[in-house]
């Protein structure tokens, strides 16, 4: 499973920017005067408004998929929490500590996003759920 959000771009002639929205956040929304901007900026915004809703307990919804929509990533770390929370699916927290044999906290830090997980602790946690970690490195902006 990929962390990629489909975020809308509009081009505003008259003010001359361009605006991002997110349809699956509907709270994630930015803007930059030039495309490259508006790329960092929405890449921003989504790993802000990703983190605040897990640090609020909020729903998350899982990214959909829009035809002409540009797919943003957040941050890595993110990505990790958001992908350890996907993922587990029925497990729970207490039952992959179990099969780690590590502790519950140690567990729930892995869907923190304020954690930097180490690689070994992520395959460790995939396995145990019955997944396994791919890595994959992407272009930061899109080439003209």
Not at 20 to 26: G, N
Not at 59 to 70: R, T
Request: aromatic fraction near 6%; glycine fraction near 2%; charged fraction near 25%.
């Amino acid at each position: 499973m990929n962390i990629l959000y489909p975020a809308i771009f509009k081009y505003d002639k008259l003010d001359q920017r361009y605006t991002v929205h997110f349809p699956d956040l509907p709270e994630a929304m930015t803007e930059g005067e030039t495309l490259e901007e508006a790329l960092f900026n929405a890449y921003e915004v989504l790993t802000l408004t990703l983190e605040g809703r897990m640090d609020e307990d909020m729903d998350i919804p899982k990214p959909s998929h829009l035809k002409d929509a540009k797919m943003i990533a957040p941050s890595a770390r993110t990505q990790a929490a958001l992908l350890m929370r996907f993922a587990k699916g029925e497990h729970t927290t207490a039952e992959i500590a179990r099969a780690l044999n590590t502790s519950w906290p140690a567990v729930a830090r892995l869907e923190d996003p304020h954690h930097w997980p180490n690689l070994r602790q992520l395959e460790r946690a995939a396995a145990a759920i019955g997944q396994r970690l791919v890595i994959s490195l992407e272009p930061m902006m899109e080439r003209k």
